[in-house]
């Protein structure tokens, strides 16, 4: 026994249940599908609020001390480091005193600013185990501590050359000087006069030392000026490794030294759980009442207004307002807009078509009905009240033509 085939109306209306829908028509999502897509939104949310508190808690590059040479500043130093490496020298930025002393053997150069977060024996500790040291950043206990001399208050020359034995600066040219420094017995002094010199550089036993104000010399804004780039690779490419310690507080062994706390520091420990908490709290909220059930249904009006009371009371605005010229291109626009539909013409005609198609129809001059309605509008209530007049006269005009027109054989 074999079954009858589907009548044409049945395949019609498998067709239709099988066929896509056309282009713009609004697939809805079953409620379970709907539920996983909302929980993918929260979870997708909490996890780009988590990610975005991270990020604003963690220090950035541009936030680290000056002379960092991980720093791109005015005031960092990375670029005198990317120099370094491209001329094939190995520079290590730590930031830890004990990484640092671990490193350092006898190819390596020790650089860094002032250390003052340590003490004097740490430092020291520090400096005796690296076979050349360059401060980049000076002061008065370092140069008591390496034996290299003294501050110098001389007023700064505007340019000075070499001025020393040293090779490696033979070909650096000329520099602006920073602070001078006054040498003691047995340091070589470069780049300055009796009065004060730039660098102090002490040679003994095969051990190096030596010091520059490097934040006049080598931050980023000016190491590009005159021979500052060539004289901190004189200086700090004298090894084929470079170690660069970073002081921080974090670092220092200091007792006397008050750490300044970060506000993650200040804060109980229950404060993180409960603004992760809220926040979830608030996105899970949000979903919920902000959840669409289905399409928006559509309510009549409670009160009906009927068109006459609009009419009146938009007369009693326009009356009020004392705009005659407003009033008359209203009545204009009603009056183009049925005279265009008894004619025949578009629903946005020009008014000269109409003006003419109307002076056509009723034969009277064309000149005068596109004056009446696409000339010059009043500007009076005076004039308001005949203008009116003769727009009812001519529209009641083609009115009685074209019905006449119509009834006619």
């Known amino acids: 026994m074999t079954a009858a085939p589907p009548t044409a109306p049945a395949r019609a209306e498998a067709d239709a249940t099988q066929a896509p829908p056309p282009p713009g028509t609004l697939v809805r999502i079953p409620g ?44 960092g130093m990375q670029a005198l480091a990317q120099i370094l490496r491209q001329q094939g020298v190995t520079v290590d930025v730590v930031r830890s005193r004990a990484d640092a002393e671990h490193r350092l053997d006898d190819s390596t150069t020790l650089v860094m600013s002032d250390p003052y977060p340590l003490t004097d024996t740490a430092a020291r500790e520090l400096i005796d185990e690296a076979s050349d040291v360059v401060l980049v950043s000076p002061s008065a206990r370092m140069l008591r501590m390496l034996d290299l001399g003294s501050y110098a208050f001389p007023s700064s020359p505007p340019t000075v050359r070499v001025g020393c034995s040293v090779a490696a600066f033979a070909h650096v040219g000329t520099i602006a000087p920073g602070q001078l420094f006054t040498p003691a017995p047995g340091v070589t002094a470069c780049f300055g006069d009796d009065d004060g010199a730039a660098v102090l550089i002490a040679d003994a036993d095969g051990e190096r030392r030596a ?42 062994d200091r007792s006397d030294i008050d750490v300044p706390k970060s506000l993650a520091d200040l804060t109980p420990g229950w404060v993180t759980p409960v603004v992760v908490l809220g926040m979830i709290t608030a996105l899970l909220a949000a979903v919920w009442r902000g959840r669409r059930f289905g399409p928006l249904v559509a309510e009549t009006l409670p009160v009906t207004v009927r068109a006459s009371e609009t009419m009146l009371g938009r007369a009693r605005l326009t009356a009020k307002a004392a705009d005659a010229a407003h009033a008359a291109e209203a009545l204009r626009a009603g009056t183009l807009a049925r ?71």
């Open 339 to 409: 005279l265009a539909a008894r004619l025949g013409l578009a629903a946005r005609a020009d008014p000269g078509a109409v003006a003419d198609a109307a002076a056509d129809r009723i034969r009277v001059d064309r000149a005068a009905c596109r004056a009446l309605l696409a000339g010059d509008l009043p500007r009076s209530d005076a004039e308001l009240v005949p203008y009116a007049r003769r727009l009812a006269e001519l529209e009641n005009a083609v009115e009685n033509a074209v019905r006449i027109e119509r009834s006619s054989p």
């Open 32 to 75: 379970r599908g709907r539920r996983a897509l909302g929980w993918i939104l929260v979870i997708g949310l909490v996890v780009i609020a988590a990610t975005a508190g991270l990020l604003l808690s963690a220090p950035s590059v541009a936030e680290r001390d000056g002379l960092d040479p991980e720093r791109p500043g005015p005031g």
């Open 211 to 252: 010091i520059v104000d490097g934040a006049a010399l080598f931050t980023n804004e000016r190491l590009a000026e005159r021979g500052n780039a060539a004289l901190g690779l004189a200086l700090l490419g004298h090894r084929p490794h470079v170690i660069w310690y970073v002081p921080s507080l974090d670092d220092s």
